[in-house]
Nanobody, 115 residues
Framework: QVQLVESGGGLVQPGGSLRLSCAAS????????MGWYRQAPGKQRELVAD???????NYADSVKGRFTISRENAKSTVDLQMNSLEPADTAVYFC?????????WGQGTQVTVSA
């Protein structure tokens, strides 16, 4: 059974940084896309950033230039470095991994940006 476990969330002041990490276990294949979504209270879940096996990245416009996604295929890990955080970045962040038609999700980690 595939499991994704996130870590690194927390409370940070505006302008600060956090690094989220996600590690997969229980698989026997290489994931296609891996990345991060987020969901703020009362809003739909939205894509933050993802990366293909070949290293092609995709970022939400709202985080371009501030967030950087990185991935280690051999270990099936994906990280999200978040800089210049804003209150609007407050959300639960979910790691995801896709293989063929299946999508797997982590349990989510809270990121709160507040003074």
């Amino acid at each position: 059974q595939v499991q994704l476990v996130e870590s690194g969330g927390g409370l940070v002041q505006p302008g600060g940084s956090l690094r989220l990490s996600c590690a997969a276990s229980g698989y026997k294949f290489r994931f296609n896309n891996m990345g991060w979504y987020r969901q703020a209270p009362g809003k739909q879940r939205e894509l933050v950033a993802d990366m293909t096996t070949d290293g092609i990245t995709n970022y939400a416009d709202s985080v371009k230039g501030r967030f950087t996604i990185s991935r280690e295929n051999a270990k099936s890990t994906v990280d999200l470095q978040m800089n210049s955080l804003e209150p609007a970045d407050t959300a639960v962040y979910f790691c995801y991994a896709k293989w063929a038609v299946a999508t797997y999700w982590g349990q989510g980690t809270q990121v709160t940006v507040s003074a």
